[in-house]
T-cell receptor, first 114, second 119 residues
Framework: AQSVTQLGSHVSVSEGALVLLRCNYS??????LFWYVQYPNQGLQLLLK??????LVKGINGFEAEFKKSETSFHLTKPSAHMSDAAEYFC????????????FGTGTRLTIIP | DTGVSQDPRHKITKRGQNVTFRCDPI?????LYWYRQTLGQGPEFLTY????????KSRLLSDRFSAERPKGSFSTLEIQRTEQGDSAMYLC?????????????????FGPGTRLTVL
């Protein structure tokens, strides 16, 4: 069984400040981990994914995440927040032995303060 | 690549009515997934297909729900005798065939969703 926990349902940062969204996972098998972003009334767009290659993963829009097995974490960061980053962010996990179903966290709503 | 499309985008229905949603995956994607997302929650897995075969169904998928993918291309999700608790966003996603994705797991590409409101 797999699960993810996203700490903080709401995060607010000032424009230009560091963005840090937290995700911890639980998995009985080596996981594949994903971050998706969802804008209002839209589907999910992939930001980045970890698939057991490099532990530091770079994604779109300046986001990156680091897989830390010892901490069972996959936190999402961006050095400088932009107003357009305001959205809902979801961490997800799947097993790494096939195109398996995704198990999502409950999401973190990111607000950017001008 | 036209992306995953879903129709309709919005559906309002009265309790007890049947509704059907359609999903058209990215061409050549043989895996197709359905998820449900309620307000303030992450998407929850409902079911998935590989080609026309339905490989897994969640316990969330009650007997009132049925999904099909008759020719391995588009899929439909039908809800019979809708209840107010069925109100949610229904998301469809598709992914590349195993072995062609440069790894054992590839990205699931999501459609815009169908928002269902049951009055």
């Amino acid at each position: 069984a797999q699960s993810v926990t996203q700490l903080g349902s709401h995060v607010s940062v000032s424009e230009g400040a560091l963005v840090l969204l937290r995700c911890n996972y639980s998995s009985s098998v080596p996981p594949y981990l994903f971050w998706y972003v969802q804008y209002p009334n839209q589907g999910l767009q992939l930001l980045l994914k970890y698939t057991s290659a490099a532990t530091l993963v770079k994604g779109i829009n300046g986001f990156e995440a680091e897989f830390k097995k010892s901490e069972t974490s996959f936190h999402l960061t961006k050095p400088s927040a932009h107003m357009s980053d305001a959205a809902e962010y979801f961490c997800a996990v799947t097993a790494n032995f096939g195109n398996e179903k995704l198990t999502f966290g409950t999401g973190t709503r990111l607000t950017i303060i001008p | 690549d036209t992306g995953v499309s879903q129709d309709p985008r919005h559906k309002i229905t009265k309790r007890g009515q049947n509704v059907t949603f359609r999903c058209d995956p990215i061409s050549e994607h043989n895996r197709l997934y359905w998820y449900r997302q309620t307000l303030g929650q992450g998407p929850e897995f409902l079911t998935y297909f590989q080609n026309e075969a339905q490989l897994e169904k969640s316990r969330l998928l009650s007997d009132r729900f049925s999904a099909e993918r008759p020719k391995g291309s588009f899929s439909t999700l039908e809800i019979q005798r809708t209840e107010q608790g069925d109100s949610a966003m229904y998301l469809c996603a598709s992914s590349l065939p195993l072995g062609l994705a440069g790894g054992s797991t590839d990205t699931q590409y999501f459609g815009p969703g169908t928002r269902l409101t049951v009055l």
